[in-house]
Structures are given as structure tokens and as C-alpha cells.
């Protein structure tokens, strides 16, 4: 059924308290639930109506009789409840042992767990599992003592002690009113890293990180990461921890990354932990983002918590923002928050942009969904986490700090909407151009799709000025308020001023524009030579710019703009015009000595960083161009920027030889510092390159020193990256490189996916990727029971691998559906994310357009798909 944000209606009746107590067995664990309810008096009188899904009701008492009571498609209708106050006892059962969704009460690996967010509490036991009835929380667990030694949930432990038969006992108590789905418990044979902390209020907290026997040492990182989240957060924010103790556990068996229940976070293993034979450079930041980031929901989310599901963003965007902020500051150096910045918008063009022009299409605050799970989505995460980053732009940084202060004043311990978060910030900030046109910035709530703005400049040299027209389009949709962050370059590399005709004199040499019309002009005054505008710095807005710049223009800003965003940007858009020019004319790409020679200079550049000439030199993703383009042929753009990619791997050899010398090796162990970690993707790239070549005279070198390097890598960056340039080079010592990877770490589950998400993801060349991964199906470590292993290898295919996965046969489309249809079977919310792969299929050209449509009717065909999957087939086919 369609949920519907207009439809929402506070809740009936009001959970004040709840006692928990779980008697866990992994085939029937006995949940008792008392309950502490009362009628809601602002809503019509009626029957108490509790939501529970996949459990058995053993008992229900009122007041401590036995009631009548009746269960009807997932819920628990009692008609007859009392007008004052009760106690409401419920006793089920639940099989966490069965529980393959990994929703509500599971086990893995012979240990239990929760995840309860969006709306698993009710497959543990019956309650009004919406965030807006927030409940104190006392939990007592009983469990057998061998096998399940650590027993944990929020908040404090109260009391812990011996029962017969081998079991024992904890209660805990969390002292703050928390909705359902921030509910989670822990059981099982775990040990713990500890550290004791004093925060600047001087009050003494326990942290601890909980994982698996033999993973203790690869849990420094996110303890480390943990600690730098807690200062920050105090000193960017003043938001304090606010628990005696903290804890976070890792799992093997996890649908997303992370999850920030109070006091007792889980996470994937893969979020969690770290070793640098293991880890790669990038696992390493994806960890300390995803631990501040749910460190930082402490506030953003738990402290201040949704009203209901369709503000979903006003945690997630704000805890995104927070987290990048996070990361930028730690990277510190300039420099390194650019590559930062870079990162981050690369990754929203590659998910959220093709997300918000297919077939899910939804605005930040959505208005309708049929299972929420399919709404965690690149938009509610990363367009919401830019729109937080204009609200940051428009009222300055001092501004937003103190807009968060006053949310918090004002919406401590509630349960609210992204409408509350807007009116503080405007109200924190009187005057500001944002308080100035609060009710159409809103709009970036309620529009869905990406603004096209379109940006064209005159300049007149007799009474030196210079005027820029911007217009903006979002297929008719009301006009948005953009913030353009902007300077003007000289053709020379001059830093022009940006005095506006009609006001008093401005000294700064970058300013933020405000588009709010359909179309504006404004004129810069003393302008004294012809400018190249530099729009959108540091993508100060997720829209499509169109500024209309030559290749002469672009050039200049590659070469002299002050903002290391928009100089990158010049790069790639000197790449995109390129590969578009020979995907819409249908000819070879051929790269000319212009662009050839400006990446040479970025390559060589004596004071660019490692890292920021990695990003340069990497091509545009192909999901990004594909973008561009109204009709797609999958394999003419992979076609395009293979060529690109080869013809920079031949024009700059000699390049790439100085750069892979120059930053291969660093001494000293180990760091995952940005310096070190720029100077590795560098080398990286540069050996990727020396290896795609197999003409070169010296080809037969490179792949000996990458085989070399490969099997001599001090760490798992240069060890996956010599790997990869192997089977991505289609190498000959590809497969035995392989070979001995997988006899290297096959223990190491984390690493085998590294495996198997290498091979999933490698150029095609003559259908032999394809049909490795079809072949890899059946190899003894792969499993689609694990969220992680499912992903490593079927997703990088179909979702990460667009040459492979489109195929002329259908095959790939086949594999599709197959796979979708047996993930349902286990766990919806993977199988779901999985359905997306066809997000995009209605802009295919022949013969893939047809062939996907057919995939897609498959898999609507069956009857029993659950509501997650047919949800998005439905809408891939309303969408054709
Ligand atoms: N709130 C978690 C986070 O972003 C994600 C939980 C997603 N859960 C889900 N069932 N979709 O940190
Ligand atoms: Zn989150």
C-alpha cells in the first residue's frame, strides 16, 4: 500500500515506558513486553492498533487481566482499550535463526543482533513502531552464558548475575525517551576494545569497540575514529557526548553500513574494521566517515529524532553534512579538503544524479512511499546533505552554527520535521539570504530532479564590464534558490574584482550569487580584462551547469583558477566534451594535443598534490556521462573512454614512468594520512596505465614490476592496486595474480570480497568478464546470504559495470532478474537495492531498451515479490 505524507496523523496512544525482556534462543526466543500506554487526547478516540510482523503472540494483559484482542495483516487490535492510563504486557515469540532478511532479531555467526530502523521492531515484538512515540527503555536479557558471554543493549548496565541451567543475565537501562526503531541488543561471544575518555565538560565516558575474537587488532582505526568524532563534535558544534558509555559492534551479516542506535551502534564489519594487510586506503576513510557518522546521529537523529519517515533527511542529510564536514577537517590542508570536496561530488553525480532523472525519481522529503527501506536512498542521503550545505553557504558558517544551537533549544528530545530545521536556521538568522526567501529555498524539499542552470557572459571592454546572465530550468518546476559561489580568471591567470553595479565596493575575490528567478543578470563593474567565470565553486549548488566555456576558457581555469573544485572540473569537462563528440557522432574517439598536453602539465605539475592529479587524470564515471546523453549506447561510451583511457596511457608514458617513481614507494610504515594516500592512488594509477598499454615496447617490464609489486606490497592499497592494474590491463599474469590472492586471505571474509568485487568489476573484453562472474557464482566462498558477498560480486556487475552488464544477448538482464528473484527469497531489502540496476533502462537505445523492458516484466510477473522489489519495478515500468 502507498504511504502518503499528506496522510500523516499523530499516533492514538503514547508508549511512555517499555521493559524488555528477551529469554534468546536462536529457533524461539520468548520477548515479554510491558508497556506503559496512554490515549493520546489531541486524537479521535479509538482502538489501539500495534504493529508486528513475523511473530507469534502468546499472551495479552491489560492492566494484568487477559483482554481480547485481534490480529489482522500485521497488526494487533486491541478495541477495547481503557480511556486512562494502562499497563500493557504482550508476550511472543520470534525465530532469529530464520530471520534471513536481517531485519528485527537475526544471528550471524552464532551471535544475535537487531536492526530496527526503518520498521524492524515489529518483527521482534508488537508495538506502534513509528518514530514519533518515543519510550524509555529497560531491558533484561537471559541467555545462555557459554555461548552468548557478552550480553549488551542502549544505554547502562544496571545489573548482571548467574541463572541456572548455565545461563545468566544483564539488564540494561537507557535513560533517554528514544522512538522503536533506535531499540537494539547484542548477544554473543565478543570481546571489546576500551578506552576511558574525559570530555571538555569533564565528565568520564567508556568507550568500546565490540567485534569477533580474532579482529581485535583491526579495531584501532575506528576507535581512533570514534575519539576524533567525539572532539569534534564538541568544537564545531558543542555537542557533548551525553551517555556514560558508548559502544559499537561490528557484524558480518549487515544490509547497509551502520546503524546509530543510542549508546550501541552496529556496524558492518566492512565499516568497522581495519588493518593495513587488509584495508585499503579508501576503507580506511570510508571507516572514520561512517563511525563519526553515526557517532554524530547522536545528536542528529537520536537527540532530535523524525516526526515520520518522509523527513528521513532531516537526520540523514544533516548527519551526511556533518560527516563530510568531519572528514574535511580532518584531512586539514586545504589542498586535501578540495580532494575531499572532489570525492563527494563525484559520487553524488555517479548515484544521485541518474537517481533523480529515472524511474525513482523523489525529492529530498518524499511524498509517497510503499516500503521506506527502498527510500535510503543517494537523494535523501546526498542531495539532502547539499541542501544542508547551502543552507551553510547562505547563512555563513558562523550563521549555521548558531541555526543548530537554536534547533536544539528548541527540539531537544522530539520527534520532528524538515520544516523545523528550515524555520531554525531562518530564525537563528535574521536578515540572512536565506531567512530573506525561506519558503522558496524550501522547494529543494519538495522538487524532485536535478536544476539545469545555464550561465552566458558579455563583456564590454569600453566601459569594462562584464555581465552574467544565469537561468535556471527543472522541467517547469517553480524556480529554486541557488547559491553561486563564484571569481572571475583572467585569461592570464589575473584574479578579477567582483564589485556588482548598484552596490557599495567589494573587496573579496570570490562571492556567492543568489539565482531565485527563472533568469537574472548581474554586472560586474572594473572588470579590466575579458574574465573567465569560474561558476559554482566547490559545487556550491547539485545542479547541471551549462556556462557554455570554450576549451580556451576551460584550459585557463585548469591552469589558474584559485579553486582547486573548479580547476578539476575544467579537467573533467575537457574530457567529457571529448568523449560525448565521438559517442554523438559515432567516430573513434581521438585525443588531441591540446588536452593531451594539459594533462600533461597537471601530471607534472611541480606544486600539485599526488592526489589531486589522480582525480584529474581519472576519467569521467560513465554513469556520469551517460547522464548527459538523452539516448544511451552503454557500449559506445565504455568504448570512448577505454580509448581515452589508453591514448593517455600511450601519449604520457614517460609521464607516468616519473610519476610511478616518483610516489611508489614511501617510507616508513604505513599511514593513512591524505599526503600518503594521495602519493599511493597516484602511483596506483600511473602503474594501471603502464600496464594497459600491451603495445609498449617495454609493456612486458610493467607487467613483470606490477606481478613484483603485487606480491611484495607492504600494505593492501598497493597490493589491490598491482592487482587490479593486472586484470584490468588484461594481463597475462592476471589470473595467477588472482590465484594467489585468494590462497593469500581466503580467512579474511572482508578481503575475499575484494575478490570478488575486482573480478565483478573489470573491463569486458569479449564477454569474458561476464562469463567469469556467471562462473564465480558457483565458487565454494560465494553465498547470497551475505549481504556483503552478494554485493562484492552481482552488484558490481550489474550495478558497477556497465559494458558487461549491457549486452547485445540480454544476458546480462537475465542475470538480473535471476538474481533479484533469488535475493527476494532471502533478504527484500538487498534484492531491492539489487531492482535498481534498472533505474535507468527507458533512456537504452537498441537492442538493450527492449531486452531490459523484458527483464523487468519477469520479475514484476512473479506474485509473491515482496513489497520492496515490486515497488521499484512498478515504478521502472511506469516509467517506460
Ligand atoms: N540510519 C542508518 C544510517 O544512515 C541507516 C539505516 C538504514 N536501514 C535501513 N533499513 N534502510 O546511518
Ligand atoms: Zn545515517
Known amino acids: ?44 478516540h479509538g482502538p489501539l492498533k500495534l504493529h508486528g510482523e513475523e511473530i507469534n503472540v502468546l499472551r495479552v494483559l491489560i492492566n494484568g487481566e487477559s483482554v481480547s484482542f485481534r490480529t489482522e495483516d500485521d497488526t494487533l487490535v486491541i478495541d477495547n482499550a481503557p480511556d486512562a492510563d494502562f499497563a500493557l504486557e504482550i508476550r511472543n515469540t520470534c525465530c532469529p535463526e530464520k530471520n534471513t532478511a536481517l531485519s528485527g532479531l537475526y544471528t550471524s555467526g552464532g551471535s544475535f543482533f537487531t536492526q530496527c530502523e526503518a520498521e524492524g521492531f515489529r518483527r521482534i515484538t508488537y508495538f506502534l513502531d513509528r518514530p514519533d512515540v518515543m519510550a524509555v527503555y529497560t531491558v533484561l536479557m537471559r541467555a545462555d552464558k557459554t555461548k552468548y558471554p557478552v550480553l549488551l543493549s542502549n544505554g547502562n548496565l544496571v545489573e548482571q548475575g548467574e541463572l541456572d541451567n548455565n545461563r545468566h543475565f544483564a539488564k540494561w537501562h537507557d535513560p533517554f525517551p528514544k522512538p522503536s526503531y533506535l531499540f537494539a541488543l547484542v548477544a554473543g561471544d565478543l570481546v571489546a ?36 568524532s567525539m ?41 568497522l574494521l581495519a588493518s593495513p594487510a587488509t584495508s585499503t586506503d579508501a576503507d580506511f576513510s570510508r571507516i572514520e566517515s561512517i563511525v563519526a557518522h553515526e557517532y554524530f546521529h547522536n545528536w542528529t537523529g537520536n537527540r532530535v529524532t523524525c516526526r515520520d519517515w518522509f523527513q528521513l533527511s532531516l537526520k540523514e542529510g544533516l548527519t551526511v553534512f556533518r560527516d563530510q564536514e568531519f572528514s574535511m577537517d580532518m584531512a586539514a590542508a586545504p589542498s586535501a579538503r578540495a580532494v575531499c570536496r572532489i570525492q563527494d561530488v563525484r559520487q553524488l553525480r555517479a548515484m544521485q544524479f541518474p537517481e533523480d532523472s529515472g524511474a525513482m525519481a523523489h525529492p529530498v522529503r518524499p511524498d509517497s512511499y510503499v516500503e521506506i527501506n527502498n527510500f535510503y536512498t543517494a537523494t535523501v542521503y546526498e542531495k539532502g546533505a547539499e541542501v544542508v550545505r547551502m543552507y551553510q553557504t547562505l547563512v555563513g558558517r558562523a550563521g549555521f552554527e548558531k541555526g543548530m544551537t537554536l534547533y536544539f533549544e528548541r527540539h531537544d ?23 530573506k526567501r525561506l519558503d522558496a529555498f ?16 558579455s563583456y564590454d571592454a569600453i566601459s569594462r564590464t562584464y555581465t552574467l546572465t544565469l537561468s535556471q530550468q527543472n522541467n517547469g518546476a517553480a524556480p529554486q534558490v541557488i547559491p553561486v559561489a563564484m571569481g572571475l580568471i583572467g585569461h592570464g591567470g589575473q584574479v578579477l574584482p567582483l564589485e556588482l553595479q548598484g552596490e557599495a565596493e567589494y573587496h573579496g575575490n570570490e562571492r556567492v550569487l543568489v539565482l531565485d528567478q527563472a533568469e537574472q543578470s548581474f554586472t560586474f563593474l572594473n572588470v579590466f580584462v575579458e574574465p573567465v567565470p569560474s561558476l559554482l565553486r566547490g559545487f556550491s549548488a547539485p545542479v547541471l551547469l551549462d556556462d557554455g566555456l570554450s576549451d580556451a576558457d576551460l584550459l585557463t581555469l585548469l591552469t589558474h583558477d584559485t579553486d582547486a573544485f573548479n580547476r578539476w572540473e575544467a579537467g573533467q569537462r575537457l ?48 554513469a556520469y556521462i551517460a547522464e548527459q546523453l538523452d539516448v544511451v549506447d552503454p557500449q559506445a561510451i565504455h568504448a570512448a573512454v577505454e580509448a581515452a583511457q589508453l591514448q593517455l596511457a600511450q601519449a604520457l608514458r614517460a609521464d607516468w614512468v616519473a610519476a610511478f ?78 590465484e594467489r590472492f585468494h590462497a593469500l586471505f581466503k580467512a579474511d571474509p572482508l578481503v575475499v570480497d575484494k575478490w570478488f568485487a575486482l573480478q565483478g568489476r573489470a573491463p569486458e573484453r569479449e564477454g569474458r568478464t561476464f562469463a567469469k562472474v556467471k562462473a564465480l557464482l558457483k565458487h565454494p566462498d560465494f553465498t547470497l546470504k551475505n549481504p556483503n558477498r552478494a554485493r562484492s560480486l552481482i552488484f558490481s556487475l550489474c550495478m558497477f559495470n556497465p559494458a558487461a552488464f549491457h549486452r547485445a544477448d540480454a544476458a546480462g538482464y537475465v542475470f538480473w532478474a535471476d538474481q533479484v ?49 515490486r515497488e521499484i519495478v512498478e515504478r521502472a515500468l511506469a516509467s517506460g
Not at 520535521?417 to 531567512?435: I, K, V
Not at 598536453?597 to 598534490?609: F, I, K
Not at 538493450?848 to 515479490?865: G, H, Q, S, T
Open 575 to 622: 574530457a567529457l566534451n571529448r568523449i560525448l563528440a565521438a559517442v554523438r557522432s559515432g567516430t573513434p574517439l581521438q585525443l588531441d594535443a591540446a588536452y593531451v598536453d594539459a594533462m600533461r602539465s597537471v601530471l607534472n605539475h611541480p606544486q600539485l598534490d599526488a592526489a589531486f592529479k589522480e582525480l584529474a587524470l581519472t576519467l569521467p564515471g560513465e
Open 413 to 435: 528530545g522530539q520527534a520532528v520535521t524538515c520544516d523545523d530545521f528550515a524555520q531554525a536556521m531562518a530564525d537563528a538568522n535574521p536578515g540572512s539570504e536565506l531567512t
Open 442 to 457: 524550501k522547494r529543494w524539499y519538495s522538487t524532485p530532479g536535478t536544476p539545469r542552470v545555464t550561465a552566458r557572459g
Open 1 to 44: 500500500t502507498l504511504i502518503r505524507r499528506e496522510d500523516y496523523l499523530a499516533p492514538a496512544f503514547w508508549i511512555r515506558k517499555v521493559e524488555l525482556c528477551f529469554d534468546l534462543d536462536p529457533l524461539k526466543t520468548i520477548v515479554t513486553s510491558k508497556m506503559q500506554v496512554e490515549r493520546n487526547a489531541a486524537v479521535a
Open 193 to 228: 576494545r576500551e578506552q576511558r575518555v574525559r570530555t571538555r565538560g569533564g565528565k568520564d565516558h567508556l568507550l568500546q569497540v565490540f567485534v569477533r575474537r580474532g579482529d581485535l587488532e583491526k579495531t584501532e582505526h575506528a576507535m581512533n575514529s570514534l575519539i576524533a
Open 231 to 271: 572532539v569534534w563534535d564538541e568544537a564545531r558544534f558543542k555537542l557533548p557526548l551525553d551517555l556514560e558509555r558508548f559502544m559499537v559492534v561490528g557484524v558480518s551479516d549487515f544490509n547497509m553500513g551502520a546503524m546509530e542506535n543510542k549508546g550501541l551502534n552496529i556496524f558492518n564489519t566492512s565499516a
Open 821 to 869: 528473484l533469488a535475493l527476494d527469497a532471502i533478504n527484500p531489502q538487498v534484492a531491492g537495492r539489487l531492482a535498481r540496476a534498472m533505474d535507468r533502462w527507458t533512456t537504452l537505445t537498441e537492442p538493450y531498451r527492449p531486452a531490459a523492458l523484458e527483464a523487468i516484466r519477469r520479475v514484476a510477473a512473479k506474485p509473491d515479490l515482496s513489497p520492496d522489489v
Open 661 to 738: 617513481e616518483a610516489n611508489g614507494t614511501i617510507a616508513g610504515g604505513y599511514q593513512p594520512d591524505p599526503v600518503s594516500v594521495g602519493k599511493r592512488s597516484l602511483a596506483n594509477l600511473a602503474l594501471a596505465m603502464l600496464v594497459l598499454d600491451t603495445q609498449a615496447a617495454d609493456a612486458a617490464v610493467w607487467q613483470g614490476r606490477a606481478y613484483q609489486r603485487f606480491k611484495d606490497a607492504g600494505n593492501m592499497t598497493d597490493r589491490l592496486g598491482a592487482l587490479a592494474a593486472l586484470v584490468n590491463g588484461g594481463a597475462g599474469l592476471a589470473d595467477s595474480a588472482l
